[in-house]
């Protein structure tokens, strides 16, 4: 499906938005150069900036192709970056102590050159998905990409009601690494934790929002420590301890487990978050359900519902039919 | 006459208006303050040691008690304690000797950080109706879980978890030996540990058998001494600490005099009745962090690697890179016992001047063991002057996973703080064991009192995680975005790795 359907979706919610900040991510959108990461980055100043990310990249492997993201003016979006796209196929024979090279070397590189803070940042990094995010109305951002013009398998959008950073283009969702995006709406307040953790693991936080996080912790937790999804999302909203004890006893066993090892990733606070990657996507709450979730599932135009989810997570495989999910911030 | 008389540090006087005579001000006071002569009840104030318990005990409340009634001429650098302690050694030749915690005035940083709680963005949550889980699990954690599915769905767990202490609030009592604490107050402790779904060491003084019904719940201590260790002692509790050093008194071992050493001190302890009970200042088996690993291991092999093993080291300037040491080694836990740590007896100079305060050594083991990416594979557990449970929150937000408190226990059972717990003659029957004072503290009201401070401080805690939009204690550690630091100065910032208040 092309982006019209899902920048339709999201205009629903203005309602809950403050014009600051939204973003779409799709799945699927770059087939001619499905092998390579696509790297999608804000320039500050192209011709001060640019030279900086292009000697990166060359060090690590090749630019197969890049230029500037399209995109067209918007009366009420004020452009403060230069959207610019790389096709990247990164050297593995650099990495030879690593099992995913490739990965380990993209995402070294989004953490060097984002915490550089040159002017350059990388928001998007996985294979043939891009992220278009910037500041302000969906619609807007939506129009200053023509997100219709590209089509994807699976989309994931966002519309932002920043109380942080607004108007940062950064600090839009959806936030990326390599194969996973991710959207939110909450506030994550075990987000001191959570960071600690993880830039303990090589990851470091440069977007000035909690979000982030959750997109390095599913990172580590599924890519580096090989949890299946649904292990992942336990991992980091997991089940309350006195649940894990009504449980028989091998299952108390691994979750328990799980809740001790993965103790600093666990995410505490209120929060709504949906997370893809090239074939699944997955939405879960925190653990009291203080946001709600509502999913709509249209797997046939015969038979649809929609429903207040009370448990997650909520997790379907996707089988490239039309699917659309809101997600209210 | 060369030094003369010192004014009385205390003055006690009586209201003879509403004195009735009683007489147990006498009964009460163990120093020798009160004495009958003829019609009238007689004061000697200099043996006075402010303990309180003759006006606790006064029916009439007609006692009355000053400090410092008479005082030296003020000056800022020769402060009373300046002048006192050196016509203490011009007369004596001796270390000066004092109990309690650290007497100096230095900054409390505790009292300079505050915490956080939620508005709007996301919603405070009530405790009284959501969950607030306080679990907390003392032990060494696996870096990463291997976790297969089944061909059914079943997820197996391949990675082995080291056995860890469930414990239900982040509040243990930390180790005060039989010796240097009563059998009662002991106890009274172990009974409120168990009560409370927590656990409590049991110092290096052995386990007596009056403590075997709560065994479940001790933590049993191998000091330099290894007084009272055998293999039915390691085997009795749920978890073992190897003391390195403690705040009160780092780099010095411990001096149990020998009035203390009554039979069943010297029963349980396996020394002989009456002599002094030494622990040199290092294990003389362990002169490395190689030593101590093999420590560890041998008594993780002694027991059937089936109890956790603490190391605990006093908060010194670079326990850091001890603490990363500790957790290269088997064992399970680090404690970290501050400056402001307990004693029962400890050389002034000790006390009041080596280590660092706990806040800033739980800060930087937090940070260091961040650094070498194993902080969550080690628990850290921060003693040392936890007064409170904004201390317990604040400690855990600096990065500790439990707190032992000490001092707070023995304040919950009647102690005054008075700082004379090494002469033996503590009113309140908790630093003591001579019977007649032992007998004044009654093990079921004791207990009773320290179970309650601790069911307090974790009600207090559940509704400062509420409050913080936090729902598990978890989630808290290390979580220094939520502190703020109030009057602190930059450096002491960046070590606590916490932004001002209004940043």
Redesign the interface.
């Known amino acids: 499906m092309d982006g019209s359907g899902i920048r339709q979706a999201l205009s629903m919610m203005n309602e809950r938005g403050s014009g600051e900040g939204a973003g779409y991510v799709a799945y699927g959108v770059y087939p001619d150069y499905r092998d390579c990461y696509a790297l999608h980055v804000f320039f500050d100043n192209i011709r001060e900036n640019k030279i900086i990310v292009d000697a990166a990249l060359e060090q690590w492997g090749t630019i197969e192709h890049d230029e500037a993201i399209p995109t067209y003016d918007q009366p009420n979006l004020r452009s403060v970056h230069t959207p610019w796209r790389y096709f990247f196929k990164p050297d593995p024979s650099l990495a030879p102590a690593s099992t995913s090279p490739e990965d380990d070397i993209v995402s070294a590189l989004v953490m060097r050159v984002n915490t550089a803070r040159r002017g350059a940042l990388i928001f998007s990094s996985g294979k043939n998905v891009g992220v278009f995010k910037a500041g302000g109305w969906p619609e807007d951002v939506a129009d200053f990409y023509r997100i219709e013009d590209y089509e994807g398998y699976t989309w994931l959008a966002h519309n932002r009601y920043p109380?942080n950073t607004p108007g940062w283009w950064g600090g839009a969702h959806p936030f990326n690494l390599l194969g996973w995006s991710v959207v939110h709406n909450?506030?994550i307040?075990?987000?001191?934790?959570n960071?600690?953790?993880i830039?303990?693991?090589g990851y470091i936080c440069t977007m000035y929002t909690d979000t982030e996080v959750v997109a390095y912790l599913i990172d580590l937790l599924v890519r580096r420590?090989?949890?299946?999804l649904d292990?992942a999302v336990r991992a980091l909203a997991p089940p309350?301890?006195?649940e894990i004890d009504r449980m028989p006893e091998?299952?108390q066993?691994?979750n328990?487990?799980?809740?001790?090892?993965?103790?600093?990733a666990?995410?505490?606070?209120?929060f709504a978050i949906v997370a893809a990657d090239a074939d699944t996507m997955v939405g879960f709450t925190d653990?009291?359900k203080?946001r709600p979730m509502v999913v709509g599932e249209c797997a046939a135009a015969s038979t649809s519902l929609a429903k207040r989810r009370r448990s997650a997570p909520w997790n379907r495989k996707s089988n490239r039919s039309p699917c659309r999910l809101q997600e209210n911030r | 006459m060369t030094i003369g008389s010192l004014p009385p540090r205390y003055r006690i006087s009586i209201d003879p208006v509403r004195c009735m005579e009683c007489e147990r001000c006498i009964e009460n006071c163990s120093y020798g303050v009160f004495r009958r002569d003829g019609e009238r009840i007689l004061i000697n104030s200099r043996n006075c040691t402010a303990c309180h318990r003759c006006i606790a005990c006064c029916p009439r409340d007609a006692i009355s008690l000053e400090e410092q009634p008479c005082d030296y001429r003020s000056h800022p650098l020769w402060t009373r304690e300046a002048r006192e302690a050196i016509y203490n050694q011009a007369r004596t030749g001796k270390i000066i000797l004092a109990g309690m915690g650290n007497a100096l005035d230095y900054p409390i940083i505790f009292d300079r950080l505050v915490l956080d709680a939620c508005q709007v963005t996301s919603p405070s949550i009530d405790p009284l109706r959501e969950p607030i889980e306080l679990q907390t699990h003392i032990g060494k954690k696996p870096a990463k879980l291997d976790l297969r599915r089944r061909e059914n769905g079943d997820v197996e767990l391949l990675t082995p978890i080291a056995p860890n202490l469930r414990v239900e609030t982040p509040i243990m009592i930390g180790h005060m030996s039989y010796g240097a604490i009563s059998l009662n107050a002991q106890v009274a402790m172990a009974r409120a540990a168990k009560e409370a779904g927590t656990f409590m060491g049991t110092g290096e003084g052995g386990l007596h058998s009056a403590i075997y019904p709560y065994q479940d719940r001790m933590i049993v201590q191998v000091a330099s001494g290894r007084f009272g260790v055998n293999i039915d002692y390691l085997e009795r509790g749920a978890a073992i600490e190897i003391k390195i050093g403690q705040g009160a008194k780092p780099g010095i071992g411990g001096h149990l005099p020998g009035e203390k050493v009554c039979e069943e001190v010297s029963r349980t302890r396996m020394i002989p009745q009456g002599s002094d009970a030494i622990s040199p200042a290092p294990h003389h088996d362990i002169y490395s962090i190689e030593d101590l690993a093999q420590l560890v291991r041998a008594l993780k092999e002694a027991t059937e690697w089936k109890k956790p093993v603490f190391v605990k080291i006093a908060a010194v300037h670079n326990a850091s890179a001890i603490a990363a040491g500790i957790a290269r080694s088997p064992a399970d836990a680090v404690v970290i016992d501050g400056f402001r740590g307990g004693t029962g007896a400890a050389p002034r100079v000790f006390r009041d001047h080596v280590g660092i305060p706990i806040e800033a050594a739980v800060a930087s083991v937090d940070a260091k063991l961040r650094d070498q990416g194993i902080r969550n594979e080690i628990s850290v557990i921060a003693s040392g002057g936890i007064r409170g449970s904004a201390d317990v929150a604040k400690a855990i937000a600096l990065g500790a996973d439990a707190v032992y408190i000490g001092t707070a226990a023995l304040v919950a059972m009647g102690c005054r703080v008075c700082g004379n717990c090494y002469r033996g003659l503590c009113p309140w029957g908790i630093a003591t064991q001579r019977p007649d004072l032992v007998e004044r503290l009654n093990p079921d009201v004791a207990s009773e009192q320290v179970a309650n401070l601790i069911h307090a401080w974790t009600l207090e805690l559940a509704e400062l995680l509420g409050a913080a939009g936090i729902n598990s204690i978890e989630s808290l550690r290390g979580n220094r975005d939520r502190l703020r630091g109030y009057m602190l100065d930059e450096s002491l910032m960046q070590v606590l790795d916490v932004r001002q208040v209004g940043a």
């Open positions: 109380t909450g506030e307040t075990s987000y001191g934790t960071r600690r953790y830039e303990s693991l420590h090989g949890l299946d292990l309350f301890w006195e091998a299952k066993e691994w328990r487990a799980l809740r001790l090892t993965y103790a600093p666990m995410m505490n606070g209120p653990r009291s203080l």
